[in-house]
């Protein structure tokens, strides 16, 4: 099993920055893929950045250039750094993980991700 621990979220303004930390436990976080996910207000989670064991790294489109996803794996911990945000960025942030494909590459498929963490919230007021 493991477990994963959001922080870092909260109201900001259009053009601020938020850092999300997601810390795991459980298993050997340098064994683990790691993603993170969004879900806004009646829509569906979706994917917004990844990071595979092997530090292979994939954004959707509309974060590039904005979100920077890292880990460290000596910390057990996962991170985005959110910079320009904009009002359409508001939405429950999650952290997922699943055992390293041996392939390295990431996945942008929530059902590729076994474990979930609780969320943190993300608001930005325009």
């Known amino acids: 099993q493991v477990q994963l621990v959001e922080s870092g979220g909260g109201l900001v303004q259009a053009g601020d920055s938020l850092r999300l930390s997601c810390a795991a436990s459980?298993?050997?976080?340098?064994?683990?893929?790691m993603a993170w996910f969004r879900q806004a207000p009646g829509k569906e989670r979706a994917f917004v950045s990844a990071?595979?064991?092997?530090?292979?790294?994939s954004y959707v489109d509309s974060v590039k250039g904005r979100f920077t996803i890292s880990r460290n794996n000596a910390k057990n911990t996962l991170y985005l750094q959110l910079n320009s945000l904009k009002p359409e960025d508001a939405a429950m942030y999650y952290c997922?993980?699943?055992?390293?494909?041996?392939?390295?590459?990431?996945?942008?498929?929530?059902?590729?991700?076994?474990?979930w963490g609780q969320g943190t919230q993300v608001t930005v007021s325009s």
């Open positions: 997922a993980a699943r055992s390293a494909d041996p392939t390295g590459l990431t996945s942008r498929s929530p059902s590729q991700y076994f474990y």
């Open positions: 459980g298993r050997t976080f340098s064994n683990l893929d």
């Open positions: 990071i595979s064991a092997r530090s292979y790294t």
